[in-house]
C-alpha cells in the first residue's frame, strides 16, 4: 500500500531558497540505529518537519518530500522504521517490507520517532512538526501526546479508528493536544467518512484543537507527481500543508 519504489513527490512552485541533503545513521534511545535523511534550507521559514513514511519505511519519495520542504524554508528529516531488523542501508527492489513492519513494535517506532525530534531540536529547531503518511498519518496522530513535544501533527490518509485490536487515536483522543490536521481522500478506499467522522467527534470531546479537510474524488495516497486528475488535491493538500507549517506558534 502506498508508494511504489518509482513514485516521486508533488511540487509546489518554485524554491524560495537553497537546501542541502544528506543520509543520517541515527542511534536510538535503546542503542538501535536507524537510517535517516536530512534536508536543511539555506533560509529557514518556518517550523522544521519530522516526516513519517509509509508502512515501507525510508524510501525515495520521501527522501524527496525533505527537499522539496526544505525548498520552502522548512528543515525536515525523514525517518526509517526497520533498523532494528534491516540494517540501516539503501534497500533493494524488492524489500519485504510488510515482514519488516510485523517485527516493529510500539515503543521502539516511538523512540525513534523521539530521536527524530532530538535531531532536529539539536540542529538548533525548537519547533518541529510530524507529518506523517499512510501508516505514517496515524503514527503522526498519535504522535500528538504533550510527551513528544511537536508543536503540531499533521497526517495524510492516516487510520485513525482501532486496528487489528489495537487503540487508535480515536481511542486515545483524550491523551493527544493540538493542533492537528488530517488530510483524507473521499475515495479513500480504506477510510470511510464515518471513521474520520468518528476521529473528528472524539477530538471534539476530548476539546483538542484539529482540522480536517477531505478531497472529493481523491483515492489513498493522491499526494503524488504524475497524476493530473489529482493536481488539484495536490495543491490543496501543499498549501495546508505549508499554511499549517508557517502558522504554528513559535515556542518561547
Not at 111 to 117: P, R, S, V
Not at 188 to 194: K, L, V
Amino acid at each position: 500500500m502506498c508508494y511504489d519504489a518509482d513514485a516521486v513527490p508533488p511540487v509546489h512552485g518554485a524554491p524560495v531558497t537553497t537546501t542541502s541533503s544528506e543520509r543520517l545513521v541515527l542511534t536510538s534511545g535503546d542503542g538501535a540505529e536507524f537510517a535517516a535523511f536530512l534536508s536543511r534550507p539555506g533560509e529557514r521559514a518556518g517550523a522544521a518537519v519530522l516526516v513519517l513514511p509509509d508502512n515501507r519505511g525510508l524510501s525515495g519519495f520521501y527522501e524527496q518530500l525533505t527537499v522539496r520542504l526544505a525548498e520552502q524554508g522548512h528543515p525536515a528529516l525523514a525517518i526509517d522504521y526497520f533498523g532494528r531488523t534491516a540494517g540501516t542501508g539503501p534497500r533493494p527492489a524488492g524489500f519485504p517490507h510488510m515482514e519488516h513492519l510485523g517485527r516493529a513494535h510500539k515503543d521502539t517506532l516511538f523512540a525513534d520517532i523521539a530521536t527524530g525530534a532530538r535531531c532536529l531540536r539539536a540542529e538548533g529547531h525548537q519547533d518541529v512538526v510530524a507529518l506523517g503518511f499512510c501508516f505514517g498519518g496515524r503514527l503522526a496522530f498519535l504522535a500528538a501526546r504533550p510527551e513528544l513535544g511537536f508543536r503540531g501533527v499533521i497526517g495524510l490518509y492516516g487510520y485513525p479508528d482501532a486496528l487489528f485490536g489495537n487503540p487508535g487515536p480515536t481511542q486515545l483522543a483524550g491523551e493527544l493536544r493540538g493542533p492537528i490536521l488530517g488530510l483524507f481522500g473521499g475515495a479513500d478506499e480504506g477510510i470511510s467518512p464515518e471513521v474520520v467522522k468518528a476521529f473528528g467527534e472524539a477530538l471534539d470531546g476530548a476539546g483538542v484543537e484539529h482540522e480536517f479537510v477531505t478531497y472529493p474524488g481523491a483515492p489513498h495516497s493522491f499526494f503524488e507527481l504524475g497524476r493530473p486528475e489529482l493536481a488539484e488535491a495536490c495543491a490543496g493538500a501543499w498549501s495546508r500543508v505549508l499554511g499549517f507549517l508557517g502558522g504554528v506558534p513559535a515556542r518561547p
